[in-house]
Structure formats: structure tokens, C-alpha cells
């Protein structure tokens, strides 16, 4: 699974919309259609793959810390608007931590990550049943080398949408 | 596994021979520092009937690999011999094994009869020309025969060191296969060389950290079975599981059994914050031992049950802390550089050992429970998660490899640093729990 994506929905909306059937988190992705705006798909505001790929995801934290940058707190405020625009959506946020530190250190680590990103939403208006963590530790790193580009992709919180009403 | 195995003191008659009950000049004093392995023989054990030749060969084998494998005794070549032992009451030439310079001697003889498999030997000292404690017998299954080696080791061992022994002992620990991103584990048990690997669980969930109950029947871990970490206890003969309910939060890990079996201690995170708890299993009931908000982790209780090691950053860095089990004032007890984690205390009360982790490298260390005589017995990209021997002389620990290939490994080293080599299993492997000694 690729990073953030960054492919802004100008035009190839045929191309994007098969793009994103490949990720497996992405709740209602709609395959088919063409032309137009395809619902589910990253140009639908409404769609988790907008959410995902436009909106962003997941932030990402310095070596054993959990505190959020303004980049992470940006990301964050976009992320609680669009929660709150679609409040069908629930989500759960997963915390991770790199290889650097002990399994059951990075645990905690890892669910102190979720629960900063799970207050700072809430600070922000969305509703605390709406948003679930769990913590993966080191168990579930993205990025698989031993340097700090990766580890610092690995050092993440990533807000994954699980329900909705809508298909 | 076997059920039951009888171990009979049996007076050997051999009558030109004395019997001596102390232990003769040969001795090996592990806390001296050993330099210089002691050489010794196991002349192939003689099979009492054909059925029992190749138990013979194979358990002959096992005891002299369980020896080699403490890197304390070093083993004299068949091809050296003199004498050939081809009756087991025949008198031993020990000039022929001074020739060779075996200080050590083993001979045994093995028996099958249907199922049953009994193992007699003795354990001489060469150069006094006298047997070292008494001939003793073992019997059991024969498809237990790995463990009458184990068990005629752990006598050679005991009686030429002083010490106790631990290769009839088992190790729990995380089988691992694929790669770091898509990595698979299975809890899996094992004898403590690496045979026998036996799965308990399958690789649907993640599971972490397995602990050995102090009897060895049981194990505690932790799984992603319900999507968030919980802890399980698992009855290692039945294979039979079940969750541990603790205090409301979204997860509970790093559970240990206290020394006398009736307690837990474990970790349990609420609003993002891990704190460490106690449960009577007896009642289900929780008490939490630690209020902060710093991560506190990995405990360990003292052999008598009164203290409890653990990890926590209150300081700002994941250091080691040792206070009351019933919780109250904690005394730090790491002051080096570096970071700190997964104290475990050794069987005999003595040390604790622990991970470290320093300028981008990793450790296993050893230290006195004051903290005193930090030494370092490892150094690699990463090693961590260290459990003791049962007689408190070996750890075996995780080493991870680096890169995208990284792989995970079981390793053992000697408390003295020395002797560091892999515990082979079938996959990878992490997390080890070493059993205690097998009745």
C-alpha cells in the first residue's frame, strides 16, 4: 500500500477510480461509470477514498513521541470537517510505531499516538462514540527498510474509516 | 508428549567400584569464568537389545549436543577413542581415556522393550578413576526419548558444575514467516534446543509474549483475536484457551504469572494511557499498582513474589523501576545511557536482565537489582525481550535483522556474554519464555 497518493482529482477520473479499488481499506470505492463524478470514487467529497487521498489519512510523529505537529494538526482539522460533514461515517484510528524500541513499549507508544489524534478530533467536534483506537505497536509497519525515511512513515496514526450507512 | 517419566534412583550394583556420594575433583567452577571448555567422552550408549540401537545412537548424540551447546565442556571425538564401551558393567579403562585427555566420561546403556525405553548411565572422572555420584536410570516412553537425554544431561551437567540444570526444559515463544509488512506469527512451544516445535495457535491473529505459568502448564499472551490486544491463558497439555477479563480499556498485554501462580500482573491501557494492574485469578478481581501518566510495562516479579520489576517513561525515557507487588513507591534502578525495557529477574534473585537500547544499537544486559554492574552481554541492530534459564545461567532473547529482509531469530548467551549462537527453529522466532525444568 502506497503512502498518500497525492493525485488530485482533475480530470483522469476514470484512471483514479480504478487506482483506488486496490486499497482494501477504502470502504464503497464504486468501480464503474465513467465521464462523470463517479460516487465512492476519490473525486466524490463523500467517498473514504476522498477521505483518504485528498483529506489524508494519517499523521505522523517523531521518534518516540505523540505529540501533533501543525502539519499533523492541519491534517487532523481537515479530517474532523469531513467527519463532520458525513456523519454516517464512524472510524477507528490506529496507532504504530517503528522497529526502533521494544514490542511492548511501542504498544503503549502506538496507542498513545491513536488517543492523540482521537482527542484533538474530538476537540474539534466529532463525537468521541464515533471514533475507536487500537494500537498495532511495530506488529504492522508500512515501510519495511531500516532507515529513517521509513521509520518515520511507520511512526504513524491512521484514521480508518469502518462504518457507514451509506453503500 | 509423554505422560508420565519415572526417574529411579538405582543403586547400579557394581561391585569393584566405591560409590561416592561427594563429588570427586572433578568440577567444573562456572563462576570462575571459564576460559577453556572441559573435554569429555560419550561413547556411544550400548543398546541392550536391537530394538534399541538407534534410541542408543540418537539420545548418545542429544547429551552431547546439550553439553557442547553450554560451551562449558567440548567434546572428545569418537574417532579418538582407544577403548570401545561395548558392555555397559564392563570395567572402565581409564588409562585409555587419560590418553586422550577426556576428564569427563559418560557411559550408558539404553533398553527397549514394546513402548518402554529405560536408559541407565554413569558419569566417571577420568584422572581420579572414580564414578561421580551413582548410576541412574530413567525410563519412560520411547517416544519421550529426547527427554531421558535431556535428563541424563542435566545429571552430567548438575554433578560435574554444582549447579542446577535446564535441558529438560521447554521454551514458549512467536513463530514467525513472511515478510516485516506481512508477517505471521503462531504461538508455538518448544524443547529448549529447538525440537520438538509444536503450534497452538494459528497465524489469524497477532499474537505476542507468551509467559510460562511457574508449573509450565500454562501460558499467557496476548492476541488480536477481537481486533484489539487482549490477554489469553492457554492450558499447554490441552491446547485449550480462554481470555482473561481484566478492567474496562481498549488493551490489556505484557501479562506475567506471580511466583506462586494465583496472580497476574499485566498492562491495561485507558484514554491512551498504560498503567500496571494486578488480577487475583482466583476471584477476576483487578488492582491497579501504578497512577501515572507515563507507559509503564513489562513487569517482573522477584522469585519471592515481593517486588516487581517493570519499564516505565516517567522520567521522560523508558528506564527500569523495581517497587512493592502491591504497588506504592517505585525506586528507579537504571542510570546508564540509553533506554531501557524488559527487565525480567532471574530465577535466583540476583540480576535482572533487561533490553538497552544506545546510539541506534541494541543490547541484552544483565544487572544487580540495585542496579549496580550494568554489563552488556549483546550488541546487534536489535535485540530484545531476554527470559532466564531455569538455573539462572543462559538467556535466550529475540534478534531481529535489518533491512527489508529482516528476519527475527532466537538466541541464547551465557550470563557471562560468551556462547551466543542461534536457537534453530523451523521459522523465524520471538518472544521466547524459557519453561521451568520438567518433573
Not at chain 1, 76 to 85: E, H, I, K, T
Not at chain 1, 154 to 166: E, Q
Amino acid at each position: 500500500m502506497n503512502l498518500l497518493s497525492k493525485v488530485a482529482a482533475i480530470g483522469a477520473l476514470t484512471l483514479i477510480a480504478a487506482c483506488s479499488n486496490n486499497d482494501p481499506s477504502a470502504l464503497g470505492g464504486g468501480a464503474g461509470g465513467s465521464g462523470t463524478l463517479v460516487p465512492g470514487s476519490p473525486s466524490d467529497p463523500r467517498s473514504p477514498a476522498y477521505f483518504q487521498q485528498t483529506v489524508g489519512d494519517r499523521v505522523l510523529f517523531l521518534v518516540d513521541q505523540s505529540t501533533l505537529s501543525p502539519q499533523a494538526q492541519t491534517i487532523l482539522q481537515g479530517q474532523a470537517d469531513w467527519l463532520l460533514a458525513n456523519p454516517d461515517f464512524v472510524a477507528k484510528i490506529e496507532g504504530h510505531a517503528d522497529e526502533q524500541g521494544t514490542r511492548e513499549y511501542n504498544l503503549a507508544l502506538g496507542a498513545r499516538r491513536a488517543n492523540a489524534a482521537r482527542e484533538y478530533l474530538i476537540s474539534r467536534g466529532v463525537a468521541g462514540n464515533r471514533l475507536t483506537t487500537v494500537s498495532y505497536g511495530k506488529e504492522r509497519p508500512i515501510e519495511i527498510c531500516s532507515t529513517e525515511e521509513c521509520y518515520s512513515k511507520n511512526r504513524r496514526a491512521v484514521t480508518v474509516l469502518t462504518g457507514s450507512t451509506l453503500g | 508428549m509423554m505422560k508420565l517419566l519415572t526417574s529411579l534412583l538405582v543403586g547400579l550394583t557394581f561391585l569393584s567400584a566405591p560409590v561416592y556420594a561427594q563429588s570427586g575433583p572433578l568440577r567444573l567452577e562456572i563462576d570462575e569464568g571459564i576460559i577453556e571448555p572441559m573435554p569429555f567422552a560419550v561413547p556411544s550408549f550400548v543398546p541392550d537389545n536391537p530394538e534399541a540401537a538407534q534410541y542408543a545412537q540418537d539420545i548418545s548424540r542429544v547429551i552431547v549436543s546439550d553439553l557442547t551447546g553450554t560451551g562449558l565442556f567440548r567434546e572428545i571425538s569418537s574417532d579418538a577413542f582407544i577403548s570401545r564401551v561395548s558392555s555397559f558393567d564392563a570395567p572402565v579403562q581409564f588409562a585409555d581415556w587419560k590418553a586422550i585427555n577426556a576428564q569427563a566420561l559418560v557411559t550408558g546403556a539404553v533398553n527397549v522393550s514394546g513402548k518402554r525405553l529405560t536408559v541407565r548411565f554413569r558419569v566417571w572422572d577420568v584422572f581420579s578413576g572414580q564414578e561421580l555420584g551413582n548410576g541412574l536410570q530413567f525410563a519412560g516412553t520411547t517416544d519421550g526419548w529426547r527427554r531421558m537425554a535431556h535428563k541424563v544431561s542435566d545429571q552430567v551437567y548438575s554433578r560435574i558444575t554444582g549447579e542446577g540444570a535446564y535441558f529438560d526444559s521447554r521454551v514458549a515463544f512467536v513463530s514467525e514467516s513472511g515478510p516485516k509488512d506481512q508477517r505471521r506469527k503462531r504461538l508455538a512451544i518448544m524443547d529448549y534446543d529447538g525440537a520438538n516445535v509444536q503450534y497452538l495457535t494459528d497465524s489469524a491473529a497477532i499474537v505476542l509474549a507468551p509467559r510460562f505459568s511457574p508449573t509450565g502448564d500454562q501460558l499467557l499472551y496476548t492476541s488480536y483475536e477481537t481486533g484489539q490486544p487482549r490477554i489469553y491463558v492457554l492450558d499447554v497439555g490441552r491446547v485449550k484457551r480462554q481470555e482473561l477479563k481484566t478492567q474496562e480499556g481498549t488493551m490489556s498485554f505484557s501479562p506475567r504469572f506471580s511466583p506462586d501462580g494465583r496472580s497476574i500482573v499485566y498492562s491495561l491501557t485507558q484514554g491512551g494511557n498504560t498503567d500496571l494492574w494486578k488480577m487475583d485469578l482466583a476471584s477476576g478481581q483487578s488492582v491497579r499498582l501504578t497512577n501515572t501518566p507515563a507507559i509503564e510495562t513489562a513487569p517482573s516479579y522477584s522469585p519471592d513474589g515481593s517486588r516487581i520489576v517493570f519499564e516505565s517513561d516517567r522520567s521522560g525515557t523508558p528506564q527500569l523501576y523495581i517497587m512493592p507487588a502491591n504497588g506504592g513507591e517505585a525506586t528507579r534502578i537504571s542510570f546508564g545511557q540509553g533506554r531501557y525495557g524488559t527487565p525480567v529477574w532471574s530465577p535466583r534473585g540476583d540480576l535482572i536482565a533487561y533490553t538497552k537500547q544506545n546510539k541506534g544499537r541494541f543490547h541484552i544486559g544483565v544487572m544487580r537489582t540495585d542496579g549496580s554492574e550494568e554489563r552488556l552481554l549483546t550488541a546487534s541492530f536489535l535485540d530484545e525481550g531476554p527470559t532466564w534459564s531455569p538455573n539462572g545461567r543462559v538467556i535466550m532473547f529475540t534478534r531481529e535483522t535489518q533491512g527489508a529482509s529482516g528476519r527475527s531469530t532466537l538466541y541464547s548467551v551465557d550470563i557471562s556474554g560468551r556462547n551466543l549462537r542461534p536457537v534453530r527453529t523451523p521459522d523465524g522466532g520471538s518472544d521466547p519464555s524459557w519453561g521451568p525444568l520438567q518433573n
